[in-house]
């Protein structure tokens, strides 16, 4: 009787630690659902300090050096590895946020642009080649992103591959 009473308390345990587990894993994981929802609860006056301060990184412009949180991000691409890279530029006096997710599973740079201002997402999960290409130009380097299909979309679709960032060659 005793074996018996410690075998489900045992069982009990474990299947508490099974779900704190679940609770953690599920609340730090990354999904598309997870990133349009961050999205969409940014307030339309949101400043640079306010994202800079959240972890998004400020690609406007001719950067100065290279920035090594893109380049970790660029890294963990190319090994096969989850990762997120979370930007915001400015283009005529609109601000910009763009949220880069590597999905290992798909192989692929999922993308999301956001105008808060106008709180409207711009081709919500466009993708990406985990392959990028670099160039260089008058000591610039340029990052760009080569556009593939989302297969999750039957339509035809545009595809244009998108500059992720530029900086000045040291």
Same mark, same amino acid.
């Given at each position: 009787?005793?074996?018996?009473?410690? +075998? +489900?308390?045992?069982?009990?345990?474990?299947?508490?630690?099974?779900? !704190?587990?679940?609770?953690?894993?599920?609340?730090?994981?990354?999904?598309?659902?997870? %990133?349009?929802?961050?999205?969409?609860?940014?307030?339309?006056?949101?400043?640079?300090?306010?994202?800079?301060?959240?972890? $998004?990184?400020?690609?406007?412009?001719?950067?100065?050096?290279?920035?090594?949180? %893109?380049?970790? $991000?660029?890294?963990?691409?190319?090994? #096969?590895?989850?990762?997120? &890279?979370?930007? $915001? /530029?400015?283009?005529?006096?609109?601000?910009? %946020?763009?949220?880069? $997710? /590597?999905?290992?599973?798909?192989?692929?740079?999922?993308?999301?642009? /956001?105008?808060?201002?106008?709180?409207?997402?711009?081709?919500?999960?466009?993708? +990406?080649?985990?392959? /990028?290409?670099?160039?260089? #130009?008058?000591?610039?380097?340029?990052?760009?992103?080569? #556009? !593939?299909?989302? #297969?999750?979309?039957?339509?035809?679709?545009? &595809?244009?591959?998108?500059?992720?960032?530029?900086?000045?060659?040291?």
């Amino acid at each position: 009787m005793k074996k018996k009473y410690y +075998f +489900f308390v045992l069982l009990g345990l474990l299947g508490v630690c099974i779900a !704190i587990t679940y609770a953690i894993v599920k609340k730090h994981s990354i999904s598309a659902g997870s %990133i349009e929802k961050l999205l969409y609860s940014l307030t339309p006056s949101i400043t640079e300090e306010e994202l800079e301060r959240d972890g $998004f990184i400020n690609i406007s412009g001719v950067q100065p050096k290279e920035n090594k949180v %893109i380049s970790r $991000f660029l890294s963990k691409v190319e090994t #096969n590895k989850k990762s997120i &890279l979370k930007s $915001f /530029y400015w283009y005529e006096k609109d601000l910009y %946020i763009k949220i880069l $997710f /590597y999905d290992p599973d798909y192989k692929e740079v999922r993308s999301w642009t /956001y105008l808060p201002i106008k709180q409207y997402a711009i081709s919500p999960d466009k993708r +990406f080649s985990k392959n /990028y290409e670099i160039a260089e #130009n008058d000591n610039i380097i340029t990052i760009k992103l080569i #556009n !593939i299909k989302n #297969n999750s979309i039957p339509a035809e679709q545009f &595809l244009a591959d998108e500059i992720l960032y530029s900086y000045y060659m040291n």
